[in-house]
């Protein structure tokens, strides 16, 4: 028995034909009658307001009907090296990985396709960056089709294509073409950083163990250079610092390095400056901060310095008795030879007696008192 099947493409739609599953055609919009057997014809429709044509049949299409296909949709296909950004209405809707086919229907929604190279190089300009920054959603192996990193005021940054480093990056955001080789930026402080060098044990040249902590200032003149000539530039600095403290420390007495501390920021920044220098690391300064000894070492370093300032305290007394001896061995030589300087010393004498007697009784008048003195001084 045969039967009649209806099928009606809307005016915003486009039709696939299939009968007995096979693909026979495309459908324009329209109303289609088929006779045969029951359900022997079907028909898949697809808005156009939607561009996109996603089906297990691209692949054949493309290749069995490349003429008609060309006249129904836009084709983009990428090569190897290549990737396709897709507008629809000028506004950026995809991005199409390299050795990627779609397609696009004809219709309402213009489209538009933008092609990059990448053997002409990865980087994309600021602006299309932003703009494609809503697509950057993940596709093929896990990957996003951009790599954007923003590099800050006073940072550089350093570029690596496939594990190999290819240049350096100023401050600003920078984005790449991530389909292809594997890019990756390592941002790299410039600015003037602080390196602590923490307690340090290292015994002195008289066997003194001492625990010392050390403050570098240092900053990077060549980021690209010292990352080429060191796996890690900053422990690289911090060993040789290790070292240069240690020389320092273990080749001076316990005396010496107390009477001069300075002596081992001397000795270190001699053997870290100029080295770094060389690649691209300006060691800006170099600095001591503790030397701490151990307790019974301190305990007796106490009593050392207490005999020494009681010794000092002994000079500086008997310095002042001798002066105060010598002051009155003159005072007496004056006196010897002057009656009016005796008489005042008399005097001086009597006033010092009088401020300690609460009462005096006088007999025979001030000159008896005076001469009697006198008398009794002789």
């Excluded at 109303?31 to 044509?53: M, N």
């Excluded at 209405?89 to 219709?107: C, F, H, M, Q, S």
Aim: charged fraction near 30%; glycine fraction near 8%.
């Amino acid at each position: 028995m045969l039967f009649s099947q209806k099928f009606i493409v809307l005016k915003h739609e486009r039709g696939l034909l299939f009968r007995d599953g096979d693909f026979l055609q495309f459908l324009e919009p329209g109303t289609y009658r088929f006779h045969g057997l029951r359900s022997r014809y079907a028909v898949e429709t697809f808005d156009l307001a939607s561009p996109l044509f996603e089906h297990r049949l691209v692949d054949y299409l493309v290749e069995a009907q490349r003429e008609i296909v060309e006249q129904l949709f836009t084709l983009v296909e990428t090569g190897a090296n290549e990737v396709a950004v897709v507008y629809h209405n000028e506004r950026a809707a995809e991005i199409v990985a390299p050795t990627e086919r779609r397609l696009y229907w004809k219709g309402p929604v213009s489209t538009r396709v933008e092609r990059f190279d990448l053997d002409e190089g990865l980087e994309l300009d600021g602006q299309l960056a932003k703009r494609l920054r809503p697509l950057d959603t993940l596709f093929g192996l896990g990957r996003r089709p951009l790599y954007s990193q923003e590099v800050p005021d006073g940072h550089v940054g350093l570029l690596y294509v496939e594990g190999r480093l290819t240049g350096t990056l100023e401050s600003g955001l920078h984005a790449f073409w991530n389909c292809g080789p594997s890019v990756r930026v390592d941002v790299m402080d410039l600015r003037v950083k602080t390196l602590e060098v923490q307690g340090q044990e290292i015994l002195t040249r008289d066997k003194v163990s001492l625990r010392v902590n050390l403050t570098a200032t240092y900053r990077y003149v060549d980021a690209e250079k010292a990352v080429r000539a060191a796996k890690d530039p900053l422990d690289h600095l911090y060993k040789e610092i290790q070292f240069g403290l240690r020389a320092a420390v273990g080749t001076r007495t316990l005396d010496a390095l107390l009477e001069d501390k300075a002596a081992i920021d001397r000795a270190v920044a001699e053997r870290v400056v100029d080295r770094f220098a060389g690649i691209g690391i300006a060691v800006e300064g170099v600095g001591v901060k503790d030397i701490i000894l151990p307790g019974d070492m301190k305990l007796l370093l106490g009593k050392v310095v207490e005999a020494e300032k009681a010794a000092q305290a002994n000079v500086i007394r008997r310095r002042e008795e001798t002066n105060a001896t010598r002051s009155l061995l003159n005072t007496a030589k004056v006196m010897e030879s002057n009656a009016v300087a005796l008489r005042l010393k008399e005097l001086e004498t009597l006033e010092k007696i009088t401020e300690k007697v609460g009462s005096l009784s006088v007999y025979g008048g001030l000159d008896g008192v005076l001469n009697e003195l006198v008398r009794l001084k002789a």
